[in-house]
């Protein structure tokens, strides 16, 4: 019985120290203990969900109810009649001259610049590339898609464009909008013109950067922006030294067809110390003395430029992209760009065609003064054309007529000039309307007609389709 009378005086004393630290606890810990002690007996005691009274319906009262369900469209309603649903059909190479729904035209559409799409050297050299390698490659580069063409082709490239690397993609949208997020990552800042390209607009969408817009072409409105973001820096250092700041422009802008100022970009990249990324789609093969594009054009040292990137798909009038640069910079985007890293690479009989493009380049470069001087003579021509008005420099192969005065909605000012380009597709001459995913775009250009010149065009075909677009405007939008 002693060790009975022993336990039963232990726990009297611990009675007794669990009341004296009740009394000696401080209040707002005595309260948050009352708090946790009432929400732990609601949860036991209260239900996890309340029960839904329902009703149950009858069969009929279940199809009555189906037959009235209508469910919403997974696409807004369209016309039968969209531009969209009704594409001209072409027949035969689209050189400068072009089958249009059966129809012989000449080509003022197409992007063929050099003429080197029915090039018998490029034609020949893809046909030798298809015999030997097929029609595909089945694999992305890293995964037994790299062929002996595609590293002669980027080694080319480098060597043409004076750089110490090049990378190439199998599809040119993809090339610049992989790029973009190659490098650029949430928390970083791009400067970027808003006369921007769609693949662009793509490339800082995927990026998830913070973007700022400046005023197309306007270094006062772009240096602003660098000023302000220069003073928020200062405010917050640690946060500005982990920030990646980007400058992104076109060399040749697509959308209006107005050269970027470079000279003046690279005192701003130096001056507040962003990184230039140069898309040069438009301008390669069109601007400087080889073709070398904007930078030469100006003068400019290549080194200067971050990253520059074109496609193929223009003066090459092959398929694909590239970008080139200093070493370091190109190859992140052998393990980060995902167009080149997910998607099949560049059939090597277009990565020969592109080859034997470039050796046509360096072997004639007269071949650019003769395409300038074609530019400059259309541009001359199209001059003054009443109720249009020409956007775009007098060297660049695409510009873009459009109207003078609005009638009032973009619906009706579309619709005028299809009707320009109706009238001189049917009378001998194939233009087009630059279009745009108007929902899509960040900032939309306005509805234009887009003439584009190629080397292969006559000056009496030149003036001949100026001429006819004169006609058709006076016809259609003075009547």
């Keep these: 019985t002693g060790w009975r009378s022993k336990m039963a005086a232990g726990q009297q004393w611990v009675l007794v120290e669990m009341v004296q630290a009740f009394y000696e606890a401080p209040a707002y810990h005595l309260i948050l203990e009352g708090i946790l002690i009432l929400w732990i007996v609601r949860l036991l005691f209260s239900k996890t969900y309340k029960l839904q009274e329902r009703s149950d319906l009858t069969e009929k009262e279940k199809e009555e109810l189906i037959e009235e369900w209508q469910p919403e469209p997974l696409v807004p309603p369209m016309s039968k009649d969209h531009p969209a649903l009704n594409n001209n059909v072409v027949s035969g190479p689209p050189t400068h001259n072009i089958v249009v729904n059966g129809k012989k035209c000449i080509n003022l559409a197409s992007f063929n610049f050099l003429g080197l799409l029915d090039n018998e050297k490029v034609k020949n050299a893809a046909l030798t590339s298809l015999k030997k390698y097929g029609v595909g490659t089945c694999g992305p580069r890293g995964f037994y898609g790299t062929f002996d063409v595609h590293l002669e082709l980027e080694d080319r490239i480098a060597k043409f464009m004076r750089a110490e690397e090049a990378i190439i993609y199998s599809y040119g949208f993809a090339t610049i909008a992989s790029a973009i997020p190659a490098y650029s990552k949430r928390g970083d800042l791009v400067f970027v013109d808003e006369a921007a390209c769609f693949a662009i607009q793509k490339g800082l969408q995927a990026s998830r950067s913070s973007i700022k817009y400046f005023k197309h072409n306007d270094m006062d409105d772009l240096e602003r922006l660098l000023k302000e973001q220069d003073l928020e820096d200062q405010k917050n250092p640690r946060k500005a030294r982990v920030t990646r700041r980007f400058l992104l422009v076109e060399g040749l802008y697509m959308n209006t067809g107005c050269i970027c100022p470079l000279p003046e970009l690279v005192k701003l990249k130096y001056k507040y110390k962003v990184r230039i990324f140069l898309e040069e789609s438009l301008s390669f093969g069109v601007l400087g003395e080889h073709g070398r594009g904007v930078t030469e054009h100006f003068g400019v040292n290549i080194d200067d430029i971050d990253l520059i990137s074109a496609n193929m798909e223009n003066s090459l009038a092959s398929i694909g992209g590239f970008c080139c640069g200093r070493s370091f910079v190109i190859d992140h985007q052998r393990l980060s760009g995902q167009g080149y890293c997910f998607s099949a690479s560049l059939p090597p009989m277009l990565a020969s065609a592109a080859i034997e493009g470039l050796s046509i380049m ?83 250009p306005p509805p234009s007609v887009r003439v584009v010149v190629t080397v292969e065009l006559t000056e009496e075909e030149l003036d001949m389709a100026a001429a006819l677009i004169k006609e058709a405007s006076e016809c259609i939008l003075h009547q």
């Design 362 to 444: 360096e072997d004639d470069p007269d071949i650019f003064r003769l395409l300038s001087q074609k530019c400059h003579r259309i541009y001359s021509a199209l001059q003054g054309i009443p109720g249009l008005k020409l956007v775009g420099e007098s060297f660049s192969p695409a510009s873009h007529l459009q109207l003078a005065k609005s009638r009032g909605s973009r619906e009706s000012d579309v619709k005028l000039l299809q009707e320009i380009v109706d009238y001189c597709l049917n009378r001998g001459i194939a233009l087009t309307q630059a279009h745009y995913l108007d929902k899509e775009e960040k900032y939309l």
